[in-house]
């Protein structure tokens, strides 16, 4: 693995990150709607009173699985997007829900029908997001183990209607041939969870590795 990969990988996904902040500067939205019986327990007060990159995954966990569901709506969602991509992005430790979830909402907050400018800004760092998991995933090959969180990358973005083909392409070359064939390896008895949202993407999918 070479070894600048990761800190080229890790700045590029630090100034994709500003870029989204600041593509997405808005005033804090009055409040979040949701359903009245389902509101109560989001505890989405404190995501309107804690300054946006203060946000704790624990404080955001219940918004993002229930957004666009039981609570919130396009306008909060775009106003917390920065922070709940960031954190996701950056998790080591687990503070917010599967990359899939966070990334399928996307497709729930109607993103294709944003300008364009915020739609490069979201590609942008997707695209930062993914070289840098990979990147993340060949660093253990010494090791003989390789994870294989691109595979959660390609699914989410699928999951959006997001083209994962570029991504795809660059998981041939020999370079991320361990991922390559560890995603191989998970997909031989069939599909991981939440790929069964994404049909196209894992026709696409499937069709490369075999």
């Known amino acids: 693995m070479n070894e600048t990969s990761q800190p080229l990988t890790a700045a590029r996904l630090k100034a994709a990150t500003d870029a989204l902040y600041s593509e997405f500067a808005a005033p804090i939205p009055p409040m979040i709607e949701g359903c009245p019986c389902c509101i109560d327990t989001r505890g989405v007060d404190v995501l309107l009173t804690t300054p946006l990159r203060q946000l704790t995954g624990e404080q955001l966990w219940r918004y993002i699985t229930g957004a666009f569901l039981t609570v919130g709506g396009e306008r909060d969602f775009r106003y917390l997007m ?24 996307l497709k729930l907050a109607n993103w294709q029908a944003w300008s364009t400018s915020e739609k490069q800004a979201v590609e942008e760092f997707i695209d930062a997001w993914f070289e840098q998991t990979l990147a993340y995933d060949l660093q253990n090959e ?10 959660s990358v390609l699914c989410g973005a699928s999951r959006s209607d997001i083209p994962i083909t570029s ?31 994404a049909s196209e993407g894992l026709n696409e999918l499937v069709a490369v590795l075999r």
Do not use: M
């Open 82 to 105: 920065p922070r709940i991509f960031e954190l996701t992005a950056f998790d080591v430790l687990g503070e917010v829900p599967d990359t899939q979830i966070v990334l399928g909402k």
């Open 142 to 151: 010494d090791d003989d183990w390789v994870s294989c969180e691109v595979d």
């Open 167 to 197: 991504w795809l392409k660059r998981l041939q070359s020999p370079y991320a041939e361990p991922v390559f064939n560890e995603l191989k390896i998970r997909h031989a008895d069939g599909p991981p969870p939440f790929w069964e949202d």
